[in-house]
């Protein structure tokens, strides 16, 4: 019985032990690709490595290599997920946790996706209470953050932060931002849906888009009167049947495209503020972006 548990510690020992000289080689592997420029092979190894990988110091170092490699070939998506994991392994110092945490936020910035900004710096992270440039970056990628998530009032929150760095016609800058961030006329695409199944092309109507809004009440009355007609002239079966074969093209896809402009036209008008919040920050040159 002792033997057979010798031999099975033994055997364990010799996997580590082969998977860890395995490890070692692929990284040399990719490391010497890396100095070739064959970055999208280095990534396969690196990737490999990561997934067999059992220590954190080894998932630490190799998903910062993943992460540079996909800043390099400017896939900032895959680059922001794997500074994310760098910062949540355990080998991470304190230091450098929001250094990775702030990366990671930056390219997801760069590609408009604020909910994952949100969830990657997390608004309830205390880790810089010192109020230093990490701070600040910080601040500021959680404001623009909750800018692409239209939500005004946090985002200004936020931004309300930088106001001590600004000099006065900087923050007359921000402060007439702000406001118009406040004036953005806010398009609810679940009440343009509802009122155009109640009248059609009012849903489009309050969305300020009054040629489609038009156009759509015409063609469903159209619609409508073409299957009364039918009923009253022929029987009311095929009337039915008219209204049946139109109702989902003209009367449902036109409450579906209300909604879908509603939706549409608030992503355009916080998208436009979320660039000129950029653009200022760049401007006032209080951190980098």
Known sequence: MKLKQLLIVISIVSAQIS??????ETCSLATKLVSEYKYTEAIALYQRVLFFSESDSITYFTSLKLAELFEKKANFVD??????????????????LLTHRLKAALYLLKE?????????????FTESEQKDSLYYKRMLFLGLAFVLEQNRNLAISYFQSFYPLLSKTDSIRLSALNKELNAVKYRNATASLIASLILPGS????????????????????MIG?????????????GV?????????YYVGGANMAADAASKRNIKSFDKLFNKYVSFFKEAQLTSF
């Not at 680059?79 to 450098?96: G, P």
């Not at 309050?206 to 159209?222: E, P, Q, R």
């Not at 049947?241 to 093209?249: D, H, K, T």
């Open 203 to 222: 849903g489009q109507i309050l969305n300020g888009d009054y040629k489609n809004g038009i156009n759509s009440m015409l063609v469903n009355g159209t």
């Open 226 to 238: 073409l299957s009364v007609w039918t009923g009253v002239s022929y029987n009311w079966i095929n």
């Open 112 to 124: 408009k996706q604020g909910k994952e900004v949100i969830q990657v710096l997390d608004t309830s």
């Open 79 to 96: 680059a922001a997920r794997h500074y994310n994991i760098a910062a949540n392994t355990e080998h991470v110092e304190e230091a450098m």
């Open 19 to 24: 998977l860890g000289q395995t490890i070692h």
């Open 241 to 249: 049947l008219v209204a049946a074969l139109l109702a989902p093209r």
